[in-house]
T-cell receptor
Framework: SQKIEQNSEALNIQEGKTATLTCNYTNYSPAYLQWYRQDPGRGPVFLLL?????KEKRKERLKVTFDTTLKQSLFHITASQPADSATYLCALLASGGSYIPTFGRGTSLIVHP | EAGVTQFPSHSVIEKGQTVTLRCDPI?????LYWYRRVMGKEIKFLLH????????ESGMPNNRFLAERTGGTYSTLKVQPAELEDSGVYFCASSSNRRLAFYNEQFFGPGTRLTVL
């Protein structure tokens, strides 16, 4: 069955460092991969989308890579700040037009001042 | 511009009772989605409306769940009768329907936390 794995353990880093979160998937051939941010008591907020034929995408301090051979995406936040502390979800979208995301469980990021 | 709103924010009911959740999408968004997150699990898709029509309801767990979107504006999700396993956070999301966009970003509401005792 399709499976999306994100590290269930929280990632703790110091302010100013680069945070790297991992999303691995199996039994899936996504056309697109998304990353969302979710704060406590809030809904997910879309951050970035990367297509299967794109290796890397950047947006301000965020960088996403997508390796369809390894079936893995890495999400980087450079120069991290305490305000970046949140849960980050990866989601896969199949081709075909419905664009309904299949979510991972998310990884909590805690940036210490 | 107001975002997606959901009501109530929390609901605690007894097993066997009925609960109705409401979602108001962003004005002008044709697409409306319902999702659910059970504790410890991932967010899962329930169904998708395009205007007032159900486009995809493949994620609805069973016939105790009924979603409506009369008039293509707000939507309700009714659970009747509620069971213990229905507890979780129910999210609503909406997106526009711009023909030129290959993908329309979904905007999520804050969710309704449902607890069935």
């Amino acid at each position: 069955s399709q499976k999306i794995e994100q590290n269930s353990e929280a990632l703790n880093i110091q302010e100013g460092k680069t945070a790297t979160l991992t999303c691995n998937y199996t039994n899936y051939s996504p056309a697109y991969l998304q990353w969302y941010r979710q704060d406590p008591g809030r809904g997910p907020v879309f951050l970035l989308l990367i297509r299967e034929n794109e290796k890397e995408k950047r947006k301000e301090r965020l960088k996403v890579t997508f390796d369809t051979t390894l079936k893995q995406s890495l999400f980087h936040i450079t120069a991290s700040q305490p305000a970046d502390s949140a849960t980050y979800l990866c989601a896969l979208l199949a081709s075909g037009g419905s664009y309904i995301p299949t979510f991972g469980r998310g990884t909590s990021l805690i940036v210490h001042p | 511009e107001a975002g997606v709103t959901q009501f109530p924010s929390h609901s605690v009911i007894e097993k066997g009772q009925t609960v109705t959740l409401r979602c108001d999408p962003i004005s002008g968004h044709d697409n409306l989605y319902w999702y659910r997150r059970v504790m410890g699990k991932e967010i899962k898709f329930l169904l998708h409306f395009v205007k007032e029509s159900k486009q995809d309801e493949s994620g609805m767990p069973n016939n105790r769940f009924l979603a409506e979107r009369t008039g293509g504006t707000y939507s309700t999700l009714k659970v009747q009768p509620a069971e213990l396993e229905d507890s979780g956070v129910y999210f609503c999301a909406s997106s526009s329907n711009r023909r030129l966009a290959f993908y329309n970003e979904q905007f999520f509401g804050p969710g309704t936390r449902l607890t069935v005792l």
